[in-house]
């Protein structure tokens, strides 16, 4: 009896160490997947180590099987911290990367924000000379400043009722004119003999007369438009087709004439147009051809008034940019360039941004005004 226990005492098979069921756990475990990406051959050696664990104690050597498994199972953990080390240096490239772009996007703000304030100063000046015409005139002769605005003022709704004037003119085209933009082309003329006059002999600007005839020429305009309801495009389609890489960053928008794109940068030297300038206006004249309802207004304006050098240069290089339109579109769909001088400024016409002053307006007069 005693013979056949200690024979069924010997054949029971012994456990397997407890290390062999861990490496188990430890291989399905989550953080392994990213082991086995971020360090293949430590992750390998470990799989080799487990396999020898388990042939060992196949092979009735526990304590081989034991020492190979921790073995195993300290490989598995070199992977994983291998593993957190690539996270960890991939996380601090990111950082890294977001910072650079971070002070690249700082740099363009800053620059954005001293061309605000630039143009934040020019508005200001403008406002003072908008408050000037809504506040009654004092009694009295207007002297210093206060009258030096008013010119300004007079001035700048002179050139603009004569744009307006001008946007009706081509609008109606070879059609019967309104009643109203002849008589507000007639006071158009009242009003550039009172200018003349007021420059000349120092006298009162015309403030009054600028407004009316401004409000005449628009009134003009806008018969024009209600003639010929429907016969185009909607500026806002306008808008969309002047969007594109051609024109880079030509500010674009819409005021009481129609679409309007501003262009700096047109003229390689004197009146000559530069390759670039040859190529945004062939891209004007291309999307111009897709709205024939349109006619083309050329505005030159300039950072100094209007003497007589002035003249000359903007009549030329206005005459370029005529010229180089009208060999795609014709005689008709573009007006003569139109001189502003500094009537209408963008900038402050002494800050350090006053060379954006001198530019090149292209109106596509729409027979729509929205």
Avoid: W
């Avoid at 030329?316 to 005689?331: C, D, H, N, Y």
């Amino acid at each position: 009896m005693l013979g056949a226990a200690l024979l069924a005492t010997g054949c029971r098979s012994i456990p397997p160490p407890d290390v062999l069921a861990t490496l188990d756990e430890v291989r399905s475990a989550p953080a392994m997947t990213d082991a086995k990406k971020a360090a293949p051959d430590v992750y390998a050696e470990g799989d080799r180590l487990r396999e020898d664990a388990r042939l060992a104690y196949a092979g009735g050597d526990v304590a081989g099987a034991q020492i190979l498994g921790e073995q195993a199972l300290a490989a598995y953990e070199e992977a994983v911290a291998v593993a957190r080390a690539v996270r960890a240096e991939q996380r601090r490239v990111a950082h890294t990367v977001q910072a650079d772009v971070a002070a690249e996007r700082l740099a363009e703000l800053e620059s954005d924000h001293q061309k605000v304030a630039a143009e934040i100063s020019a508005l200001e000046k403008r406002l003072a000379v908008l408050e000037t015409l809504n506040t009654p005139p004092e009694a009295g002769e207007t002297k210093g400043a206060r009258l030096q605005a008013r010119a300004e003022a007079a001035r700048t709704l002179g050139l603009q009722a004569r744009l307006l004037c001008l946007a009706g003119d081509l609008l109606a085209g070879q059609g019967a004119k309104p009643d109203a933009l002849t008589e507000a082309e007639k006071a158009l003329a009242t009003l550039d003999e009172a200018l003349a006059v007021e420059k000349a002999e120092k006298v009162e600007p015309p403030l009054d007369l600028a407004m009316r005839t401004r409000a005449a020429c628009l009134l003009g305009l806008t018969k024009v438009r209600r003639s010929r309801e429907g016969a185009a495009k909607s500026a806002d389609a306008l808008l969309d087709a002047l969007g594109g890489p051609d024109l880079g960053e030509a500010r674009k928008g819409r005021d009481e004439r129609g679409v309007t794109v501003t262009l700096h940068d047109l003229f390689a030297e004197g009146a000559a147009l530069s390759p670039t300038g040859r190529k945004k206006l062939a891209a004007i004249s291309e999307i111009a051809r897709r709205f024939p309802s349109a006619p083309l207004m050329v505005v030159l304006h300039q950072n100094r008034p209007l003497g007589d050098a002035a003249t000359a240069s903007g009549r030329s290089r206005g005459a370029s940019v005529v010229a180089a339109l009208r060999k795609t579109l014709g005689e008709e769909r573009v007006s003569e360039a139109a001189l502003g001088g500094n009537a209408q400024p963008l900038v402050d016409p002494n800050g350090a941004y006053a060379a954006q002053n001198d530019r090149v307006d292209i109106v596509f007069v729409t027979a729509k005004a929205d």
